[in-house]
C-alpha cells in the first residue's frame, strides 16, 4: 500500500490514466529569423486559442475568481516584456523554441526568488504558460485531459492549475500526485472541485501503468494498486455511503447546531491559511475557532513575515467571515513546529522548551509586530484573539499587557482598532487546567488544545507511534481537566471551546456537550457531521451520560458506553 496525503476527500476504485507530460526535445536546426518569428508568433495565437477554450470549459465548474486565473494566464502570454525578449532572442540567431525556453526560465526564477509570497507563486503560472508555448512551438500536443471518455483516475508528477480546471467529474473520479502538499495548487483545486484526491504519494508513477486498477482512500491518503476483490467490493461500498453521507449532509449547511432540547452550540472552524476560508463557508462554519497563524511563518522562505504581509492576511480572513468571530492564536512555534530562518536552542525536550508564547515573551520584537498585525486587522470584522501554552498567571497578564500596549500605540498613531475584542487563552497546559478558575478570571474565554492537553496530561508525545497507546483525549484524567476548565470558565460568565482535534471525534461530542462546551472549532470537512451528531441529541440527557462517564476507570470503557449508548439510543 502506498501513504499520500489526503487533500479531497472521497473514497473510489477505478483504472489508472498516466498524466505525463511531453518530452521536449529542442530542435538543433534554425530557420531563418523571419520564419523563427512567425512560428513564434502562430504558436502564441495557437496558446491563447487553447487557454481561452479551457477557459471556457471551466466556465460554469468553477468560481469567478478561479477562473481569474485564465485570465491571468493570457495576459502573462501577451506581456510585450515577455514576447518582446523572446523576440529579441531569435533576432539575435536564437532558435524560437529555445528563445522561449531561456526567457521563461529566466521570468520563472526572478518570479520564485522574490519576497512576496503573491509573486512567488505566479512563478508556477508563467512555467505553465511557457510550457504551453513551448510545446506549440516545437508541435507536440499538450496532453488533453478533456478528451478523457471513460471513468479514470489520474496519476501524475503534480497537476498545474489549468490541468485541474479541464477535468470533467463524470470521467475523472479522483488524482493521485506524486508531488504536493495540502496548500499546492492541485490540492485546493481539487477541494473546490470536490474530486477526490491524493497528492504526495510517493512512489505512484513508477508503481503505476495506464490501465491499472487503483483502490484510493482520500480521507486517509491510502492508495492500493490491483487492488484485491474483497478490497475492490470494501472501497466501493465505503465510497458510495461517503457519497450518500455528505450529499445529505448539504442540508445542515445554514442549520443552527442545536440540540433536541434547544441548547445551542456553536461550530467553528480550524484554519491555517486565508485560502481555508472557503471551505468553512461551504461546510457552514459558523466561525473561526482556531487560526494557527505560525503557518504564515512556516511558509515564509527567509525571515519572520513582516506586520504588512501579516495584515493583509489577517484582513482577508475577516473581511471573508463577514462579521463572525475569528480567533487568531498567537504565534505557535516551536515543537515540532520548526523555521527555516530562525534557529530554535538545543533542547533535550522540545515539545516542554523554548516555544509558543513562551517564545514570544522573550523575543516581544516578534511578538509586538504579529500583535500590531492582528490589532490593525481587527478593524474588518470580529477579531478575538488567545495565547497558547500558557501555564501561569503571570504569562497571561505579561502576554496581554504587551497586547494593551501595542493597541494604544496604533490608536495614538491614528489607526482603527476594532471594538470589544475578547483576548482570551488556550488551556493546553494541566497546570492552566487545574488552575482554570483563577484564568477565568483574567482571561475573556478559554479554548481547550486537547491535542497538547492529552500529550502533557498523559506524558505521551502526540508524535510517538510507541506510545501512542496512552495518547488518550477520552482517558478520564484528560476529561476531568476538561471539565474543570469549562465550570470555571461559566462560573465567572466566559465561554470555553475545544479546538483540538477532540472537538470533531463524534463519540466525544456527546459528552462535550454534557459537559456544557459552548465552541467546537474542527476542520471544516468535519462540520456538517458534527453538527448532524449535536442536532441528535438532548442536552439534558448528556448532561448524565457526561456524569457517569468521568466516574469510569478507563478511556476504553467510555468509548465503548458512549458507542453503545450512540447504538441503542
Ligand atoms: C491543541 O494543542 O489541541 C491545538 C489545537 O493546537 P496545535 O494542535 O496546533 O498544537
Ligand atoms: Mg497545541
Not at 23 to 42: C, D, H, W
Not at 136 to 148: E, F
Not at 221 to 230: H, Y
Not at 394 to 415: N, T
Request: proline fraction near 3%; hydrophobic fraction near 40%; include cysteine.
Amino acid at each position: 500500500m502506498l501513504k499520500g496525503i489526503a487533500v479531497s476527500s472521497g473514497i473510489v476504485v477505478g483504472k489508472v490514466y498516466k498524466y505525463v507530460q511531453p518530452q521536449i526535445v529542442l530542435q538543433e536546426t534554425r530557420g531563418e529569423t523571419a520564419s523563427e518569428l512567425a512560428k513564434f508568433k502562430e504558436a502564441v495565437a495557437k496558446t491563447e486559442a487553447d487557454i481561452t477554450k479551457i477557459k471556457e470549459r471551466a466556465t460554469g465548474k468553477l468560481k469567478p475568481e478561479e477562473l481569474e486565473i485564465f485570465d491571468a494566464h493570457l495576459t502573462m502570454l501577451q506581456d510585450p516584456e515577455y514576447q518582446g525578449q523572446i523576440e529579441m532572442k531569435i533576432n539575435d540567431g536564437s532558435n524560437a523554441d529555445a528563445a522561449c525556453q531561456e526567457v521563461t526560465d529566466m521570468m520563472v526564477n526572478m518570479f520564485s526568488m522574490m519576497e512576496d509570497e503573491y509573486f512567488k507563486e505566479r512563478a508556477a503560472d508563467i512555467k505553465d504558460v511557457g510550457h504551453r508555448l513551448l510545446c506549440n512551438i516545437i508541435g507536440v500536443k499538450v496532453p488533453d485531459l478533456t478528451t478523457i471518455d471513460e471513468e479514470v483516475i489520474i496519476v501524475a508528477s503534480d497537476l498545474t492549475p489549468s490541468d485541474t480546471a479541464q477535468m470533467d467529474k463524470n470521467y475523472i473520479i479522483g488524482f493521485c500526485t506524486e508531488e504536493g502538499g495540502r496548500t499546492s495548487h492541485s490540492a485546493i483545486m481539487a477541494r473546490s472541485l470536490e474530486i477526490p484526491a491524493v497528492v504526495g504519494c510517493r512512489g505512484i508513477l513508477e508503481g503505476t501503468k495506464d490501465g491499472d486498477i487503483i483502490a484510493m482512500d482520500a480521507t486517509t491518503g491510502d492508495v492500493i494498486v490491483s487492488p484485491s476483490e474483497d478490497i475492490v467490493a470494501d472501497y466501493t461500498k465505503r465510497g458510495d455511503a461517503l457519497k450518500a453521507e455528505k450529499e445529505a449532509l448539504k442540508v445542515l449547511v445554514d442549520q443552527p447546531s442545536i440540540s433536541l432540547d434547544g441548547h445551542k452550540v456553536e461550530i467553528a472552524a480550524n484554519i491555517g491559511t486565508p485560502k481555508d476560508v472557503d471551505g468553512v463557508i461551504k461546510n457552514g462554519g459558523e466561525a473561526v475557532g482556531l487560526y494557527r497563524t505560525e503557518f504564515l511563518y512556516m511558509d515564509s522562505v527567509d525571515d519572520f513575515p513582516d506586520e504588512e504581509t501579516q495584515f493583509v492576511a489577517y484582513k482577508e480572513v475577516l473581511e471573508r467571515m463577514n462579521g463572525k468571530r475569528v480567533v487568531f492564536r498567537t504565534l505557535d512555534i516551536g515543537g515540532d513546529k520548526k523555521l527555516n530562518y530562525f534557529e530554535f536552542p538545543e533542547e533535550l525536550n522540545p515539545f516542554l522548551g523554548y516555544r509558543a508564547v513562551r517564545l514570544c515573551l522573550d523575543r516581544q520584537d516578534i511578538f509586538r509586530t504579529q500583535l500590531r498585525a492582528i490589532l490593525r486587522a481587527s478593524a474588518y470584522g470580529r477579531a478575538a484573539i488567545m495565547f497558547p501554552m500558557i501555564a501561569t498567571i503571570d504569562e497571561f497578564k505579561r502576554a496581554k499587557a504587551l497586547y494593551e500596549e501595542e493597541r494604544e500605540k496604533l490608536i495614538k498613531e491614528g489607526y482603527n482598532v476594532g471594538e470589544n475584542i475578547e483576548v482570551g487563552m488556550m488551556v493546553e497546559i494541566p497546570a492552566s487546567a487545574i488552575m482554570a478558575e483563577k484564568f477565568a478570571q483574567y482571561a475573556d474565554f478559554f479554548s481547550i488544545g486537547t491535542n497538547d492537553l492529552t500529550q502533557y496530561t498523559m506524558a505521551a508525545d502526540r508524535g510517538s507511534k510507541e506510545v501512542s497507546y496512552l495518547y488518550q483525549p477520552l482517558n478520564p484524567g484528560v476529561l476531568t481537566l476538561i471539565k474543570k476548565a469549562i465550570d470555571a470558565a461559566h462560573k465567572y460568565g466566559k465561554w470555553c471551546g475545544v479546538c483540538g482535534e477532540l472537538a470533531s471525534d463524534v463519540v466525544a461530542a456527546p459528552i462535550l456537550l454534557g459537559l456544557g462546551l459552548d465552541e467546537f472549532s474542527m476542520t471544516a470537512p468535519s462540520i456538517l457531521p458534527a453538527r448532524k451528531m449535536i442536532r441528535s441529541l438532548n442536552y439534558e440527557e448528556m448532561k448524565g451520560l457526561a456524569e457517569k462517564v468521568l466516574d469510569l476507570e478507563s478511556q476504553d470503557e467510555i468509548r465503548a458506553y458512549v458507542e453503545d449508548y450512540l447504538k441503542n439510543r
